[in-house]
């Protein structure tokens, strides 16, 4: 175990989490938490000269999908390269626990179509050394890791768990059923899960078009757990649905939430062809929180959206024959069929016959080369549409010779109705809103959205030139107090004396967001996009540095952190 030894960090400028204006001051860690923020004349065993850099707690992702990488891996990267200490993971109702022996094969399918997990990845890479909830805790807490890890019990799981086929299936749970469900979520919850997650969208399915088992999950199913939540007193409830008629689906889960009083987390976008459901659902949120039912829009400072490559899952051109009928073969064989004149000609003469896939995959005014550094605020003019009619060329044929050329396409799907980043903008000023959604750990070979964080501070408070720039001290609060504060860790997220010394120094001149890349480095070489950063001189976990200058140390400090937590109340350390 790695051992917490004293650490100063001298002379930063601090940026302590709670919003206020930045100072330079020295930070004491003893013992892996904060003794001092101040002048510090003693020295430390390891000293960080901060002098001109920012000093911020290091960051909270709430929104993560790393189930199955913290039990193959000690390293919950990407996000852990982006200044992020404390990750929250089992969102979206998807996990692998609990589970019985049968049912593997389910949560491995569910997991591998909802967040495009490969199947020979997971199965290589679980041991499935755990079959309840509390048992899959138990190995989580045996392992180190280069972040804090929390949970939350997953829906789907808990309904195969307790319903079998019936449950993978989508029947109605009988209300012994539902007892039984909410009895081992609060099982879960009183062995450490910080919440419960459940899913209600369409697009959440397996391979073979199955939808997720919560998918029209009835309205009591639902309010039966969150009740025996609100029973125990502990737990938030983690929910994304498509709200395709916002006000009747809101009102259903301000019903669930008024009747477990438990805090409620609910996705929120700007959707293509339903750009105004947005308001409507911060409306009602504002409005239920002034009711006193506690309820959150997670939301995210830039796109949800696709990448596109040719050596990744996601192009244009998936649904066409010809390039289905290449699809499988290794990469360097299929891009030497895509470099043949006649595949070219064949796919570009096709047409994707699915109209959802088709505005999803070819609407090239919404869609960009990702440059270096990459720009998710792109004018329209940009647009792989707009570069066509300049050159007289079909946009097809540009979308496909970028990509030959080892390029990636940016399709952002939400959050870009009216080409510019506005929305996001209002949606993170709202008094109701979290910041979150950057499903580190998932959908591994189309996004790399875990580098959300750093995008959010170098975007919104120094590079944006298309509208407004937001106060770094505020933007700072969104990523570490508000949403530790939000899942019940108290005890992070501010640079004070007393809380965990999880920390960040920051070059904030330097912080930039990396280009896309490849990696085959998952269980059986499987593929993942990632995308590391710049500027982070260090981030710290427990008082021990984890990477430094972009580059991981030996040192693995972080743990599963089971439930609440509160900060220390110290006295001030006697120099």
């Not at 199955?210 to 999950?217: C, L, V």
């Not at 280009?515 to 070489?525: A, I, K, T």
Request: overall charge negative; hydrophobic content about 40%; proline content about 6%.
């Amino acid at each position: 175990m790695t051992k917490p030894s004293s650490l100063v960090i001298r002379g930063g400028t601090i940026i302590d989490g709670n919003g206020g204006a930045p100072f330079v001051a020295d930070v004491l860690v003893l013992d892996g938490k904060i003794a001092k923020v101040g002048t510090v004349t003693q020295r430390g065993e390891r000293e960080i000269d901060a002098t001109g850099k920012l000093v911020t707690p290091g960051f909270v992702d709430i929104h993560t999908h790393y189930d199955g990488q913290a039990i193959w891996s000690n390293r919950i990267d990407p996000s852990s390269w982006h200044g992020v200490t404390t990750i929250m993971m089992g969102n979206c109702g998807v996990g692998f626990a609990p589970c019985k022996p049968k049912d593997r094969d389910v949560l491995v399918a569910l997991m591998e179509g909802v967040e495009d997990i490969p199947e020979v990845v997971i199965t290589t890479g679980l041991d499935w050394s755990w079959e309840t909830f509390p048992e899959y805790l138990d190995r989580l807490g045996e392992r180190q890791f280069d972040v804090d890890v929390v949970t939350q019990v997953p829906h789907a799981a808990i309904r195969v768990f307790v319903m079998g086929d019936r449950g993978a299936n989508r029947e109605p749970a009988t209300p012994e059923d539902m007892r039984e469900m909410a009895r081992l979520t609060v099982e879960g919850i009183k062995a450490g899960a910080l919440g419960f997650s459940t899913s209600r969208a369409i697009i959440h399915q397996t391979l073979d078009g199955r939808h997720t088992p919560t998918f029209g999950a009835a309205e009591e199913e639902l309010a039966v757990i969150a009740e025996a939540m609100g029973k125990a007193g502990a737990g938030w409830f983690q929910l994304i649905t498509d709200f395709d008629d916002p006000v009747d689906e809101f009102h259903l889960l301000r019903r669930v939430a008024e009747r477990g009083l438990r805090p409620m987390s609910l996705t929120l976008a700007q959707r293509e062809g339903k750009d105004g459901h947005w308001k409507i659902l911060l409306d009602l949120i504002a409005e239920a929180n002034a009711d006193g039912i506690p309820m959150w829009a997670q939301v995210m400072g830039r796109p949800i959206g696709l990448n596109f490559g040719f050596e990744i899952s996601a192009n244009p051109f998936i649904e066409r024959p010809s390039y289905k009928a290449i699809a499988h073969l290794p990469f360097p064989e299929r891009l030497a069929e895509l470099r043949k004149p006649e595949v070219r000609a064949a796919i570009l003469s096709e047409q994707t016959e699915d109209p959802a896939a088709k505005r999803r995959l070819e609407k090239y005014d919404r869609m960009f080369v990702l440059s270096d550094p990459p720009d998710y605020e792109p004018p329209i003019s940009d647009s792989i549409a707009a570069r066509a009619e300049r050159m007289g060329i079909e946009p097809q044929a540009l979308a496909y010779d970028t990509m030959l050329e080892g390029t990636f396409l940016y399709r952002p799907v939400t959050n870009y109705v009216d080409g510019n980043l506005d929305v996001c903008g209002e949606m993170m000023q709202h008094p109701n809103a979290l910041m979150g959604l950057g499903d580190g750990g998932a959908h591994v070979s189309q996004i790399c959205d875990s580098a959300t964080v750093t995008h959010s501070v170098v975007h919104w408070t120094r590079d944006r030139t298309r509208g407004p720039k937001m106060n770094l001290p505020w933007v700072i609060q969104k990523l570490t107090r508000d949403p530790a504060a939000a899942i019940g860790l108290n005890d992070r997220g501010v640079l004070a004396p007393g809380y965990k010394a999880d920390i960040n120094v920051i070059d904030y001149d330097a912080l930039k967001v990396n280009p896309l890349r490849v990696q085959y480095d998952f269980p059986s070489n499987g593929r993942r996009l990632m995308q590391d950063s710049e500027g982070y001189v260090a981030t710290i976990v427990s008082g021990v540095v984890v990477r430094e200058n972009g580059v991981a140390t030996a040192d693995l400090p972080g743990r599963l952190v089971r439930g609440v937590q509160q900060p220390d109340r110290i006295q001030l350390a006697a120099e």
